[in-house]
Nanobody, 119 residues
Framework: QVQLVESGGGLVQAGGSLRLSCAASGFTFSRVTMKWYRQAPGKLRELVAT????????NYADSVKGRFTISRDNPKNAVYLQMNSLKPEDTAMYYC????????????WGQGTQVTVSS
């Protein structure tokens, strides 16, 4: 079955950095667009970054452009989110997502990893 396991969250001061990781299994990782989402308390889940499969094209929410970088390692079935210049408003639960709508009829998310940025 599809499994997505996030790690790397934590507490960091404003201006600091964190690197989130997501280990994927249960599908052909190299063929799937991967995404990072976040959800802050009382807010809707927000798409933060996307990376496609073969071309590894990336796209970012305006709020994180220039600060966050999404990358993937296909042999390791892993996707990463490097977060620099963190702000208190980046505080949220971060989720790794796999776009499996075409092959499995739905998208999948992991359990999330908490990122807290103190001012």
């Amino acid at each position: 079955q599809v499994q997505l396991v996030e790690s790397g969250g934590g507490l960091v001061q404003a201006g600091g950095s964190l690197r989130l990781s997501c280990a994927a299994s249960g599908f052909t990782f190299s063929r799937v667009t991967m995404k990072w989402y976040r959800q802050a308390p009382g807010k809707l889940r927000e798409l933060v970054a996307t990376i496609t499969s073969f071309l590894r094209s990336t796209n970012y929410a305006d709020s994180v452009k220039g600060r966050f970088t999404i990358s993937r390692d296909n042999p390791k079935n892993a996707v990463y989110l490097q977060m620099n210049s963190l702000k208190p408003e980046d505080t949220a639960m971060y989720y790794c997502g796999a776009d499996l709508m075409t092959t499995m009829g739905r998208n999948y998310w992991g359990q999330g990893t908490q990122v807290t940025v103190s001012s």
